[in-house]
């Protein structure tokens, strides 16, 4: 078993930034990547950003490239989500999500084994 837990959501102005961060802890060793999944009231759930946990290979969404960075703390277990120019569109609750094995698509949500709580970030215009 894998628990996550997310941190730094909040309110920010458009054009503000937030750092999200998720905290992963127990079988450790059995992650093959983690991913940022948000979900806005009434739409569905939407990938955001992924990191493979060996070799750092990062994925994102078309939405959020060149505003969204996702990286990972080594020493932490942490991976964190840096989220620069912020727009009120971005408002949503921001999941965190780890999966085990390499042959599953880091882009959908159904490959992801284990999932955090969700902190919630909203943009004001």
């Known amino acids: 078993q894998v628990q996550l837990v997310e941190s730094g959501g909040g309110l920010v102005q458009a054009g503000g930034s937030l750092r999200l961060s998720c905290a992963a802890s127990?079988?450790?060793?059995?992650?093959?990547?983690m991913g940022w999944f948000r979900q806005a009231q009434g739409k569905e759930r939407e990938f955001v950003a992924a990191?493979?946990?060996?070799?750092?290979?990062?994925v994102s969404a078309d939405s959020v490239k060149g505003r969204f960075t996702i990286s990972r703390d080594n020493a932490e277990n942490t991976v964190n989500l840096q989220m620069n120019s912020l727009k009120p569109e971005d408002t949503a609750i921001y999941y965190c999500a780890a999966k085990g094995g390499s042959g599953r698509s880091p882009y959908r949500a159904d490959a992801y084994d284990y999932w955090g709580q969700g902190t919630q970030v909203t943009v004001s215009s």
């Open positions: 127990g079988s450790i060793f059995s992650i093959n990547a």
């Open positions: 990191i493979s946990w060996i070799g750092r290979t990062t």
